[in-house]
């Protein structure tokens, strides 16, 4: 089994910055390729960014391509989630997710262990 704690959500303005953290525990955290996921009211969970187990590579969803960046600190058994220039259409419960297997995923059925979630809200 795999624990996942995220944190760092909050309220933030539209076009500001907020960095998300989800530290593992229980298993060998560098065996796993982690993900970002949201899920805003009414809508479906939707892909934000995924990382292989090196952290050499990594994938991400079209609608954050280009302001999101994901990370992870093996040692520190931490995935990390930067969002810059946020905005209104960003606020959702963030999830961090983490399978075992060799490739990232965009697909949440892939993945068997989850956080509890940390919301993010924009104003706008």
């Known amino acids: 089994q795999v624990q996942l704690v995220e944190s760092g959500g909050g309220l933030v303005q539209a076009g500001g910055s907020l960095r998300l953290s989800c530290v593992a525990s229980?298993?060998?955290?560098?065996?796993?390729?982690m993900a970002w996921f949201r899920q805003a009211p009414g809508k479906e969970r939707e892909f934000v960014a995924a990382?292989?187990?090196?952290?050499?590579?990594?994938s991400t969803g079209k609608s954050v391509k280009g302001r999101f960046t994901i990370s992870r600190d093996n040692a520190k058994n931490t995935v990390f989630l930067q969002m810059n220039s946020l905005k209104a259409e960003d606020t959702a419960v963030y999830y961090c997710?983490?399978?075992?297997?060799?490739?990232?995923?965009?697909?949440?059925?892939?993945?068997?262990?989850w956080g509890q979630g940390t919301q993010v809200t924009v104003s706008s």
């Open positions: 990382i292989s187990r090196s952290g050499g590579i990594t």
């Open positions: 997710a983490g399978r075992q297997g060799p490739g990232t995923s965009d697909s949440e059925l892939r993945y068997d262990y």
């Open positions: 229980g298993r060998t955290f560098s065996n796993y390729v």
